[in-house]
């Protein structure tokens, strides 16, 4: 036997050793380790808490780790008490078997086969142990702690069998070598044996207590959920967004929740249980017809145990008013039998107004009420038929739409539609169909029409919407015409035949359109503006006037002078009070009233005859010294045309001013002159004085 003191010096090492990992804990390594431990402890937290084998687990690694570290504290130990084991190997064997029985366990989470693993191990340990020391040292001790561990992980059948063939085998044993035993001494080793089984035993029911204390708290905190749950799921009920009613065999309410009860128009739950829901709840499809008691669905699930679905179908509110719904409804069961069902439903009303609105839309134009074009095709297939004969369609395409929509923007542009449509839909009869398939494009169909009454409705169609006075523009359509009077016609043939002579009737009116309409515009601007028509005519004469003095051919003498008559026509746009504004001008006022020059480059373009006009009357307002609008033109950038339209209208103006005293010729052409290089070309202004001056001497009237 080794000296005490080499115990004292091992119990000292062992003692400075548990104090530097109390100061490494005390650092943050325990609080980093323990995680760590935990995990192995429960193989990775592969089951959860709530699993049957969750704690079995924590317990059977416990085991596997006491079994190992006093397996090897023993084998150590020999290793200072020579007389302890004459072969400590068998102990290092069992503790190999404990780690490699614990690799598997972990690898594959097999409780069952590493627990029966482990009890083998013990057995084996404790027989070959016992074998080693029989009656020695108290060694009988270690075998008290077979049952606690057997009970523990195989449970108590299991645990008693095992035991009690363990046990046999070492009463026999002990029946077999008891003759050749002496006394047992007690001694150190004694201590240690006795000690090492009691902490043992300790440590695996401290373990078992806590896992049970465990699984105590765990029940109560399921416990707990469940009832938290419960509450969940009851306010989860009567918060849903749908009215959800359970009913059982015989179709009686069984339960309603607080959505429910609203939309159903009850004040208490009390109201619909007990009470069967057909016919108080459901008897009415979405057309108010009775629904007989053999084809409501819902009562059907409960015979079919099929789910069922319908959105097209009412229930009834409490005062007897339809509520319709959306509805689901599924089979209840309840120990795999069929227990009744639930059904859940919400208000659709909205949702159906909305969907016959979409319906709407999808075949009518949103603006003027009439078909759209995908409707229109539909109806021509359904007019494909020999009782329409004649068939006349007639298509139409507005006048002016593009010129609304441009100088008066889309707002007026749209009433100008609404207004053709209406009047269109004035002289249609009951059997027509109206449709408008483009921007500004109508076709009418006239069922029993024949041609020549199909161009009578024509010519009092275009009658109507012409003397319409409503409008800004001259308001006109043109249109054509084609008949089907024989079944082997194509009606397609006869929409495109009308489409056809719509644009060779446009085509034809075209030129007379537009000057009607330039005529139309110019005439509604100086019927609004005080001195509008006076000044132009003045600024187109003046500017016919510099064209001569400037030697310019023929053609661009009436260029410039169709071009001064026009140059303002862009004010179309304004305000009457805006025009005839006296006083000074707002900031806001000042900008829109600029805007003019563009909204005539415009209009200029709109027309075939006026393209040539449309820069001179963009830049008329352009200076000399880079000042002027809308581009800030300078010099010689700016149209000659527009130089020249430019002193012609401002000397008119200053001859005629509405806010000041008007000036006499000389005093207007020294004004002018004043501003020579700086708002007007320098080369210009002595030809034009010249000009102004013979121009006052002509009497009479300056129109073109």
């Known amino acids: 036997m080794r000296e005490p003191s080499l115990i004292l010096t091992s119990r000292t090492y062992l003692l400075r050793s548990s104090k530097m990992i109390k100061d490494s804990a005390k650092e943050g390594i325990g609080k980093e380790m323990k995680p760590l431990i935990l995990s192995f402890l429960h193989n990775g937290y592969r089951l959860e808490e709530t699993h049957p084998d969750y704690r079995k687990t924590y317990l059977l690694n416990i085991s596997f780790l006491i079994i190992t570290v006093t397996c090897l504290s023993f084998a150590i130990l020999n290793l200072f008490l020579d007389e302890y084991l004459e072969n400590p190997w068998h102990l290092v064997g069992a503790a190999l078997l404990c780690v490699f029985t614990l690799r598997y366990f972990h690898q594959t989470n097999n409780i069952q086969r590493s627990s029966e693993l482990l009890i083998g191990i013990l057995i084996l340990t404790l027989l070959s142990y016992f074998y080693v020391v029989q009656n020695k040292n108290y060694g009988l001790y270690w075998?008290?702690?077979?049952?606690?561990?057997?009970?523990?992980?195989?449970?108590?059948?299991?645990?008693?069998?095992?035991?009690?063939?363990?046990?046999?085998?070492?009463?026999?044993?002990?029946?077999?070598?008891?003759?050749?035993?002496?006394?047992?001494?007690?001694?150190?080793?004694?201590?240690?044996?006795?000690?090492?089984?009691?902490?043992?035993?300790?440590?695996?029911?401290?373990?078992?207590?806590?896992?049970?204390?465990?699984?105590?708290?765990?029940?109560?905190?399921?416990?707990?959920?469940?009832?938290?749950?419960?509450?969940?799921?009851?306010?989860?009920?009567?918060?849903?967004?749908?009215?959800?009613?359970?009913?059982?065999?015989?179709?009686?309410?069984?339960?309603?929740?607080?959505?429910?009860?609203?939309?159903?128009?009850?004040?208490?739950?009390?109201?619909?249980?007990?009470?069967?829901?057909?016919?108080?709840?459901?008897?009415?499809?979405?057309?108010?017809?009775?629904?007989p008691p053999e084809e409501c669905r819902i009562l059907q699930t409960v015979t079919t145990r099929k789910n069922a679905h319908s959105d097209q179908e009412a229930f009834r509110r409490a005062d007897g008013s339809l509520l319709e719904v959306e509805y689901y409804s599924y089979p209840k069961y309840k120990n795999d039998q069929i227990a009744g069902a639930v059904?859940?439903?919400?208000?659709?009303?909205?949702?159906?107004?909305?969907?016959?609105?979409?319906?709407?839309?999808?075949?009518?134009?949103?603006?003027?009420?009439?078909?759209?074009?995908?409707?229109?095709?539909?109806?021509?297939?359904?007019?494909?038929?020999?009782?329409?004969?004649?068939?006349?369609?007639?298509?139409?395409?507005?006048?002016?739409?593009?010129?609304?929509?441009?100088?008066?923007?889309?707002?007026?542009?749209?009433?100008?539609?609404?207004?053709?449509?209406?009047?269109?839909?004035?002289?249609?009869?009951?059997?027509?169909?109206?449709?408008?398939?483009?921007?500004?494009?109508?076709?009418?169909?006239?069922?029993?029409?024949?041609?020549?009454?199909?161009?009578?409705?024509?010519?009092?169609?275009?009658?109507?919407?012409?003397?319409?006075?409503?409008?800004?523009?001259?308001?006109?359509?043109?249109?054509?015409?084609?008949?089907?009077?024989?079944?082997?016609?194509?009606?397609?043939?006869?929409?495109?035949?009308?489409?056809?002579?719509?644009?060779?009737?446009?085509?034809?009116?075209?030129?007379?359109?537009?000057?009607?309409?330039?005529?139309?515009?110019?005439?509604?601007?100086?019927?609004?503006?005080?001195?509008?028509?006076?000044?132009?005519?003045?600024?187109?004469?003046?500017?016919?006037?510099?064209?001569?003095?400037?030697n310019w051919p023929d053609a661009l003498v009436k260029n410039l002078r169709d071009a001064g008559y026009y140059h303002d026509i862009g004010k179309i746009v304004l305000r009457p009070e805006l025009l005839n504004k006296t006083s000074a001008l707002t900031s806001t006022e000042e900008y829109e009233k600029q805007q003019h020059p563009i909204v005539g480059y415009r209009i200029m373009n709109l027309f075939d005859h006026t393209l040539d006009l449309a820069d001179a009357v963009y830049s008329h307002h352009e200076k000399?010294?880079?000042?002027?609008?809308?581009?800030?033109?300078?010099?010689?950038?700016?149209?000659?045309?527009?130089?020249?339209?430019?002193?012609?209208?401002?000397?008119?103006?200053?001859?005629?001013?509405?806010?000041?005293?008007?000036?006499?010729?000389?005093?207007?052409?020294?004004?002018?002159?004043?501003?020579?290089?700086?708002?007007?070309?320098?080369?210009?202004?002595p030809i034009f004085a010249e000009v102004a001056r013979a121009f006052e001497q002509e009497p009479g009237d300056h129109s073109q």
């Not at 507005?398 to 441009?406: E, I, M, P, S």
């Not at 012609?648 to 806010?659: G, N, V």
């Open 624 to 685: 000399w010294d880079g000042s002027g609008y809308p581009k800030g033109l300078k010099g010689v950038e700016i149209p000659i045309q527009s130089r020249i339209i430019a002193l012609a209208e401002q000397y008119d103006h200053l001859r005629h001013r509405l806010m000041q005293a008007a000036l006499n010729p000389e005093e207007a052409i020294q004004r002018l002159e004043r501003l020579s290089g700086i708002h007007y070309d320098p080369d210009l202004i």
């Open 343 to 550: 059904v859940t439903f919400i208000d659709i009303t909205h949702r159906k107004h909305t969907e016959k609105q979409i319906e709407y839309l999808s075949s009518h134009d949103l603006l003027t009420g009439l078909l759209n074009r995908q409707r229109l095709d539909q109806e021509l297939l359904n007019c494909d038929c020999p009782e329409f004969l004649p068939l006349s369609i007639v298509y139409g395409d507005l006048d002016g739409l593009k010129l609304t929509n441009d100088i008066f923007g889309h707002t007026a542009g749209d009433d100008f539609l609404r207004k053709a449509a209406e009047i269109l839909t004035f002289g249609r009869q009951a059997s027509d169909i109206l449709a408008r398939v483009g921007g500004d494009e109508f076709v009418w169909i006239m069922p029993h029409t024949s041609a020549a009454a199909a161009a009578e409705r024509m010519h009092t169609a275009k009658s109507r919407l012409e003397s319409a006075g409503t409008m800004n523009i001259r308001c006109s359509i043109s249109m054509g015409s084609a008949t089907k009077t024989h079944v082997d016609e194509d009606l397609i043939q006869i929409y495109q035949n009308a489409e056809n002579a719509m644009y060779r009737n446009k085509t034809a009116r075209k030129k007379g359109y537009e000057r009607a309409a330039l005529k139309d515009m110019t005439d509604l601007l100086h019927k609004r503006s005080i001195h509008g028509e006076m000044h132009d005519k003045n600024t187109g004469y003046l500017c016919e006037c510099m064209a001569r003095a400037l």
């Open 143 to 291: 075998m008290a702690g077979l049952p606690p561990i057997t009970y523990f992980l195989l449970g108590g059948r299991k645990a008693r069998k095992i035991s009690t063939v363990f046990f046999a085998c070492i009463i026999l044993f002990i029946w077999i070598n008891y003759d050749q035993w002496g006394p047992s001494e007690f001694n150190s080793q004694s201590m240690l044996n006795i000690a090492g089984s009691t902490l043992g035993i300790l440590f695996l029911v401290g373990f078992y207590e806590r896992s049970r204390k465990e699984a105590a708290d765990a029940l109560i905190r399921a416990n707990e959920t469940l009832k938290e749950n419960t509450e969940d799921l009851q306010l989860i009920l009567d918060t849903a967004g749908e009215g959800i009613f359970g009913l059982d065999m015989q179709g009686v309410c069984t339960f309603c929740n607080a959505r429910g009860l609203e939309l159903l128009g009850y004040v208490n739950e009390s109201e619909l249980i007990g009470r069967k829901i057909y016919p108080l709840v459901y008897a009415l499809s979405a057309d108010s017809k009775p629904v």
